[in-house]
């Protein structure tokens, strides 16, 4: 006797890219490129303003100069990348030549338990690879999901799952085997990734009561993973109040851009438009650009999304 | 001496949220009122992990146990010496919840006939996906705008 009625389903394939911000474009062009094996700039890429870099996969890691770079490194927020173990072990091995840190955290989410690298670009964007043993590319292969962060986990469910019909892979911070785990982390006894778990002063906030009288709680973090096809985002709940774009702002970034069809993007400018939540487009690209035309919108948490059709669809 | 006048609101311990949340609203027809830690500002504040939800006009919390709980044996489904919840419902639809634990395949005790000299008319007994003892019931009193609670030993069944 469910009530609840799912909308349709929107039909992601997987990720086509994702835009994130670095200060200096010609260092991260050497970090991408040179050291992750990431392919030169792609000269179609249809915003002149960014750098565009391919992936063996075909899926795209584009650059944007930034002053500031909105990086969020101790957050959960990162992009995770799929590579071959030779090439992890090659790039695990440069960076440690430049003195560049890399960890072995562990995660909540049952397909990152183990055998996960961790790290960060010069600007703070944090990396994650996963190994995956039938790759041969020297460097980086591809996109393998990306993680984004949200004031309001509610609110977060209604809009990808009610209102875009996504489907949940997994969630963390709801059952109680998640809080006896985060015990262990409060030991020391994990080693988990930035976001996955915090400190809790219970009822801090009690009127009238004293500074400190709270009791400090390990806690999982509330997590939730969304399955797209061949993609995976995952949504962390921010541990602090950041500075959110406007909400009339549809494009921006960083961004995740997913591909799927041309009548995707129309029903979900519908489903937006219903819901007054800020779009633009679908815009259409040029005829040398690798993307036909794009819808861009903001969830309600301030992450950037763009709904990409190829030529084809 | 404070006397309390009535029943505010409960709280039922759980091991998994979302599963208690999809038994509540969807096998017993709850809305939720709200959730509490699912928002920055809420873990900012330390505050407990629950979701409130409404039967009706009854606001009850469900509330996400931080550490395993002893649990009595699934099989059996009429808690004894720990607590019930007693849900009521208007007799003519007693049997839309007894279909609906059949075909969401709760297991149940009942439909239970109680004395007609009582105030309960028939009860099923169950229990939530954590294990927490359940009761619908219907009153045989459901048309009377209030009654007393009647002296101890009516011989009610539950």
Redesign the interface.
């Known amino acids: 006797m469910m009530r609840s009625v799912k909308p349709p389903v929107l039909p992601i394939r997987a990720i086509a890219h994702t835009v994130i911000e670095v200060a200096d474009m010609d260092r991260a062009l050497a970090f991408y490129g040179e050291r992750l094996g990431l392919r030169v700039p792609l000269e179609s890429w249809p915003d002149g303003d960014e750098l565009c870099l391919t992936c063996p996969s075909g899926q795209r890691l584009v650059l944007r100069q930034s002053d500031s770079p909105r990086t969020l490194p101790d957050s959960g927020v990162h992009q995770a990348y799929r590579a071959g173990p030779a090439a992890i072990g090659r790039i695990v091995q440069s960076l440690a030549a430049d003195s560049i840190a890399v960890e072995r955290y562990r995660e909540d989410r049952p397909a990152e338990q183990d055998d996960n690298c961790y790290f960060s670009d010069p600007d703070g964007n944090r990396i994650q690879l996963i190994a995956q043993p039938q790759i041969a590319e020297p460097g980086l292969f591809g996109i393998d999901h990306t993680a984004v962060q949200a004031s309001d986990m509610e609110w977060i469910e209604d809009f990808y799952g009610a209102k875009l019909g996504l489907s949940v892979e997994h969630r963390v911070g709801w059952n109680t085997a998640d809080y006896v785990r985060a015990r262990a982390w409060g030991e020391g006894k994990e080693d988990m990734a930035p976001g996955t778990r915090r400190w809790d002063e219970r009822y801090r906030d009690i009127p009238g009561g004293k500074p400190g009288q709270g009791r400090r709680v390990p806690r999982p973090n509330v997590q939730v993973f969304y399955r797209m096809g061949d993609a995976v985002l995952g949504i962390f709940m921010a541990l602090r109040h950041e500075q959110e774009p406007p909400p009339h702002q549809a494009k921006g970034t960083p961004r995740v851009a997913y591909w799927t069809d041309a009548a995707a993007l129309d029903r979900t400018a519908e489903i937006l438009a219903d819901a007054r939540i800020a779009a633009l487009g679908p815009v259409r690209h040029g005829a040398k650009s690798p993307i036909s035309s794009s819808l861009y919108f903001r969830d309600p948490c301030g992450n950037f999304v763009e709904l990409c059709a190829e030529a084809s669809s | 001496m404070a006397v309390v006048e009535s029943l505010s609101h409960s709280g039922i311990c759980v ?5 208690a949340e ?1 038994f509540y ?3 017993l ?1 709850a809305t939720v009122h709200s ?1 509490v ?5 809420d ?7 629950h979701t409130s939800l409404m039967l009706s006009d009854y606001l009850f919390a469900i509330m ?6 002893s649990i009595p044996p699934m099989e059996l489904l009429r808690g004894e010496n720990r607590v019930r919840h007693a849900f009521c419902v208007p007799r003519k639809r007693f049997g839309e919840i007894v279909d ?1 634990l059949s ?2 395949k709760v297991a149940f005790e009942g439909p239970v006939t109680h004395p007609v000299s009582g105030p309960f008319g028939e009860s099923v007994y169950f229990r939530d996906p954590t294990g927490n003892f359940l009761e619908v019931v219907w009153r045989r009193d459901e048309a009377t705008a209030y009654s007393e609670v009647q002296a101890l030993g009516h011989g009610g069944a539950g």
């Open positions: 091991h998994d949220l979302k599963q999809d609203c969807g096998i027809g959730r830690n699912f928002k920055t500002q873990a900012l504040k330390g505050r407990s992990v996400l146990s931080e550490d395993w709980m609906s075909e969401n």
